[in-house]
């Protein structure tokens, strides 16, 4: 008899838990919100499956530990019907984590949660898409950068462009950031560059490193690998 397919329970968003025959349910929500009735559908499964715990992840989703083996297609069944997403771990595109941004924030410059919603519909780099190794990718609305943006993979945030005489808003770009046991800061690109500028560096970024990176190669090592002026020559910068 074969055990668990762990690969591809990762894929659906349940983890391997330390404790035997468990597994966390690692949800997602959009940009990091829920709806009401979302939060009261992860309450009553994590009571029915789990043991009443939920923990709040670093990527803004809720964890549902403590769910037997037995019951991950009864409860996935629920969490479906409930509208609930599942994230993922492994080597794909990690949950995007978003600060609210313009949306409510009276610091935002610009709207993450449209930004957000750019990258994942119109570039169709959507969380759970195989990689090479894994990708975290996080918006910020201002310079305080409250999602650690220069410490994700590709990490962007709202700034007002003073060297232009329109002190136009735009996004200011890190790449290869990373935490984890060798945490690195993120290369800053030198320009404060526009929406379309932002999602056309985040494309080529993304496609450069699907195509290219060895397997469990992560972005800031590739960069390592190539040099910084060659990699973004080769996503047309």
């Not at 349910?25 to 715990?53: D, H, P, W």
């Not at 509208?83 to 313009?102: F, Q």
């Not at 290219?212 to 080769?234: H, S, V, Y």
């Amino acid at each position: 008899m074969t055990g668990p397919d762990y690969n591809a329970l990762n894929i659906r968003g349940f983890l391997k838990q330390k404790q035997e025959g468990f597994f966390v349910f690692r949800t997602r929500g959009l940009c990091g919100n829920y709806t009401k009735e979302q939060l009261l559908a992860i309450v009553e499964i994590s009571k029915k499956y789990g043991n009443g715990i939920m923990h709040n992840t670093t990527r803004q989703g809720i964890e549902i530990p403590f769910i037997k083996f037995e019951d991950i297609e009864n409860a996935e069944h629920d969490l479906q019907s409930a509208g609930i997403l599942p994230g993922t771990s492994g080597s794909r595109i990690r949950a995007t984590t978003c600060c609210p941004g313009n949306n409510w924030c009276p610091r935002g410059l610009v709207n993450t949660f449209k930004l957000f919603d750019r990258i994942e519909n119109e570039l169709n780099l959507k969380c759970g898409m195989d990689l090479p190794h894994k990708l975290k990718m996080a918006i910020s609305g201002c310079p305080n950068i409250c999602t650690r943006a220069q410490a994700s993979d590709i990490g962007i945030h709202g700034q007002v462009d003073t060297s232009a005489k329109e002190k136009r808003i735009g996004y200011v770009v890190y790449l290869g950031g990373s935490g984890g046991r060798t945490p690195r800061t993120g290369i800053k690109l030198e320009n404060v560059f526009s929406e379309e500028e932002a999602l056309s560096i985040i494309k080529g970024v993304v496609s450069f490193y699907k195509d290219n990176a060895k397997p469990r190669q992560r972005l800031g090592l590739l960069i390592d690998e190539i040099g910084i002026e060659a990699f973004l020559k080769k996503i047309g910068l």
